[in-house]
Structure formats: C-alpha cells, structure tokens
C-alpha cells in the first residue's frame, strides 16, 4: 500500500518470535494490559502479551515513515487443530453455508499506539473512556486533525494489509470479534461484517462477526476503484 504516513511489514509467527514480533507484543501488552486492563499483568511477564496463537499467525504491523518503532499491529490467526478464540468464547450459531473451516481464519489483536488515537477510536475499539496522550512527536504539533488523519489511515491500511494476507494465503472469510463502534468504522470503508452469534459482554459488549472476502473486494471496486486496484497488487511490503 502506497501509504505517505506509515510503511506495513509482515511477520509469519510460525517461524519463530523474532524482535519484531516482540516488538508487536509490547504494543499489545501497552493496549491490553496498562491502557484497558483487559489482561492482567501476571499472566504476561516482562511487559510482553502473548498467547498460544502467535505461533499459528501472521502479524502484520505498522511504523511510521523512516522510523522502525511499532505504532500499531493486528494478526490473523489461521486454522489448526485447537479451536479460534471466537469458536471458544462465542457461540457461533448462524455460520453461513458453503464456508469452508479450513478457509476461515480470525483477525485479533488490533493495537494501536496511543500516540496515535483519539478518544473516538478508544470508545469503537477498546470500549474504554482513557484519551490518547497529551504529548505527542514533535512534527505533530499537537494538531489533532492531523492525528486523526493518522489514527484512520493506520487502522484503514491495517485493514487492508489483512486483506490482501488473507487473499495471499489462500483464506475466504475472516472472523472478528468487535463492538458494535469497530463494525461502524469498518461498514464506512466498504469492510461489510456480518454477526453470526449473540453478543456478550467480553471485555465490554461485543459480538462475533464474519465477511468474506469476495465481499470487501465488491465493495472497494464500487466504492473505491483506485483502493481495488492497490488492495490486489499483491502483498509488496517488507517483510521482517
């Protein structure tokens, strides 16, 4: 993705925890640990979040032009024997027919620096009531317009990257679990999630989801044909 604001690199868990992948899982610990308390500190020593899954995923993350520092990062989780998060704390009773399991993976962990959110994002995402930090990088003059336009760009271009992984490694549908304010956000860009369980409180009210990929492209090649085009190039980042 021609990005002017952050370059997207990808990580393939399953050849071992690199830097990088460290990297990532202190941002999530910053997230999901000091920010929203949804994991406790104990169960992830050395300021470090991580679980069973990372080894079965491919983590993609975003850095800011000429900076290698991790600002944000989700994964896909792909299929193998044990069961997908969503399939162990959801009850997944209205799967549409015709998807295939071993096509179907669960994007997770999206993590977001704070630097680089407003308290709109915090509210969609995390469900959480803190505001990103008052002191920003310097060359970002504290502008908030500015920020917003990172904080879009950067979950917009996570999004994308998750797409053309997926396209690139085979898969047809992604799971998500969300609140309800992420699936608004992502209903905007053309990403057309479909609940297919009840909701439940998990960290704040959310609900298990499914799209296809064959509908993300529809919908960018009516909505957007210039971003239909770049999300099929193929997947042109470094990789680490």
Not at 160 to 168: G, M, Q
Request: net charge neutral; aromatic share 10%.
């Amino acid at each position: 993705m021609n990005d002017e604001l952050f370059t997207y690199r990808v990580i393939d868990g399953r050849e071992g925890f690199t830097s990088f992948l460290s990297a990532i899982c202190q941002l999530r610990y910053q997230v999901y640990v000091d920010e929203c308390g949804f994991e406790r500190p104990e169960d992830h020593p050395g300021g470090v979040e991580r679980d069973e899954y990372d080894q079965h995923s491919i983590h993609f993350y975003a850095c800011p032009k000429h900076s290698d520092d991790v600002v944000g990062a989700a994964r896909i989780i792909l299929g193998s024997e044990r069961p997908l998060p969503i399939e162990r704390h959801f009850d997944i009773n209205q799967l549409p027919s015709g998807v295939r399991r071993e096509q179907a993976a669960e994007i997770s962990r999206l993590a977001v620096s704070k630097k680089f959110r407003c308290h709109a994002i915090d509210r969609a995402i995390y469900r959480t009531k803190q505001i990103a930090a008052k002191h920003m990088h310097l060359s970002m003059e504290n502008d908030l317009d500015f920020r917003r336009h990172c904080e879009r760009e950067l979950v917009r271009g996570l999004y994308i990257n998750a797409f053309r992984i997926s396209k690139d490694s085979g898969l047809t549908h992604l799971y998500a679990v969300m609140a309800k304010g992420l699936y608004v956000i992502l209903k905007r860009w053309g990403i057309f999630f479909v609940q297919v369980g009840p909701e439940k409180d998990y960290h704040g009210i959310r609900a298990p989801y499914l799209v296809s990929l064959e509908s993300i492209a529809r919908s960018w090649e009516k909505m957007d044909p210039e971003l239909y085009r770049e999300a099929h190039i193929g997947l042109t980042h470094q990789f680490a």
